[in-house]
């Protein structure tokens, strides 16, 4: 087909008028603006704009409000957010992520830990498994609407080369613990592995790398304080399971007659840099000295559940303004990644325990799933809300499938009717990472293909033991 020219000159006159009207050339300029969204800031007033729209420039949020900030940008992308939920990205404050590769094995089994889980990692793990799991856990929690998540685990350099590659955000501790483990001898050596990771990380803009002695009975006294020293001395935070089993109770009393939260606060591990997952046992005291020493607790309902532990008092503590936010902890325990697969959970369970229908509403859940977390992570300053400043992480939430319509009350929505594939676009540190459902940054299929091949491995090894 050939073209009038003339015509062509007129379309073009008429789309520039269209792009640049008069007066609007000295408009500031910014990478990305997401128009008519139903926007959740999660900031402190809790402000909704049912037809909002957020501003994003590089790495960071510049505007957020309604429709007609949009006009103060010239924009060099925008996305018809078509009415959906756009809420800041969600945090998963405790997993185990590479362990996706062990998901489903063994369920349903009488001390799998020992039995199962233990042997396998000793024989198995290794930074290809670690790598691939990673990659695929980090993958679900993309399309799930999570765009931070901290990590308890080994070869954590490799965590960090997968979340890199995928663009997602993440806390990765490098496990330090009193037995051998896959990729240090003894906790020394946990230690210097974990020093070599930090080095290599630690200004990195989407990886914060951390120390992670794995709980208070799986290293002695003085390993835990020399953990403590190290972190500080390398200003880092430090990921560890906390109060999380009555066994554990009951060793650290006939150890310390202290209870854990108290003997970690004895061994100096008890300050702001902390990330305690779990926080099952614990005492009314031990509360208070949590939330004093500003100590971040990740609430890991559904795994703790699914072990027949018990519901630790989360309400409490997020009443008492603690630090705490959701956790799914790794997929061996857990199954799955998503906080939209948590939330109705904490809403529901601790009505149950408090034979209350009206504590733990879905407003609280959704902070706890946001915001919450970020504070959980201390990283309450750059992520967690959307507002001007803070770092773009942004996710667009479809409300237009069959089970989330009708919408009264968005949170009530987000947190019981809500499912993981709902989230149709997902973005991090500005970078859309996923779109309509699309990874942009990954091939899908070549990951599932790699996991697929090592779970083969794991099922012959699984087999024999
Ligand atoms: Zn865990």
Redesign the pocket.
Same mark, same amino acid.
């Given at each position: 087909m050939r073209l009038n020219p003339i015509l062509v000159v007129l379309c073009l006159l008429l789309v520039s008028t269209d792009c640049y009207p008069q007066g609007q050339k000295e408009l500031p300029s910014a990478d990305l603006i997401i128009t008519n969204a139903y926007v959740v800031t999660m900031n402190e007033g809790k402000d909704i704009f049912p037809n909002g729209a957020v501003v994003v420039q590089g790495s960071r949020i510049v505007a957020v409000g309604g429709a007609e900030i949009a006009r103060n940008f010239k924009a060099a992308r925008t996305i018809d957010a078509q009415g959906g939920i756009v809420l800041p990205g969600m945090v998963n404050t %405790?997993? %185990?992520v590479s362990m996706t590769v062990f998901r489903g094995l063994a369920d349903d089994v009488p001390d799998r830990l020992r039995r199962f889980i233990f042997p396998l990692e000793k024989m198995m793990v290794d930074r290809d498994l670690v790598y691939w799991g990673a990659l695929h856990g980090s993958v679900e929690m993309v399309q799930a609407g999570v765009t931070t998540y901290a990590d308890?685990y080994y070869f954590e350099d490799e965590v960090a080369r997968a979340a890199k590659e995928i663009g997602i955000r993440a806390l990765l501790g490098e496990t330090v613990i009193g037995f051998p483990s896959p990729d240090a001898q003894t906790p020394a050596e946990g230690i210097e592995y974990a020093r070599k990771f930090i080095n290599a990380y630690k200004n990195d803009p989407l990886v914060t790398p951390a120390l992670a002695p794995h709980a208070p009975y799986t290293l002695d006294a003085q390993q835990l304080r020399t953990v403590g020293e190290e972190a500080r001395a390398m200003d880092v935070p430090v990921l560890i %399971?906390l109060a999380e089993t009555t066994r554990e109770v009951e060793t650290v009393r006939k150890l310390s007659g202290k209870t854990p939260v108290e003997y970690l606060d004895s061994v100096g591990l008890l300050d702001r840099r902390l990330l305690a997952?779990h926080c099952i046992y614990v005492t009314d005291s031990d509360i208070e000295l949590l939330k004093t020493r500003g100590v971040g607790i990740s609430h890991?309902v559904v795994s703790n559940i699914k072990s027949a532990k018990a519901v630790a008092p989360a309400l409490r503590m997020f009443d008492l303004r603690l630090r705490i936010g959701l956790g799914t902890?790794?997929p061996m325990?857990g199954n799955t990644l998503d906080i939209i697969g948590q939330m109705g959970y904490v809403a529901k369970l601790h009505k149950l325990v408090n034979q209350d229908q009206t504590v733990m509403p879905a407003i609280k859940v959704v902070e706890m799933a946001t915001i919450g977390g970020a504070r959980a992570l201390h990283m309450e300053d750059s992520i967690g809300s959307l507002e001007p400043g803070k770092l773009a992480d942004v996710v667009i939430i479809d409300n237009d499938s069959v089970n989330m319509v009708p919408m009264y009350d968005v949170y009530s929505s987000l947190v019981y009717a809500a499912n993981a594939r709902d989230v149709r676009t997902t973005i991090i540190h500005g970078r859309i990472i996923m779109e309509n459902r699309q990874m942009k940054t990954v091939d899908v299929e070549k990951i599932k293909a790699a996991v697929r091949s090592i779970s083969k491995k794991i099922a012959a090894a699984a087999a024999k033991l």
């Open positions: %405790h997993t %185990h308890m %399971h997952a890991n902890d790794g325990s």
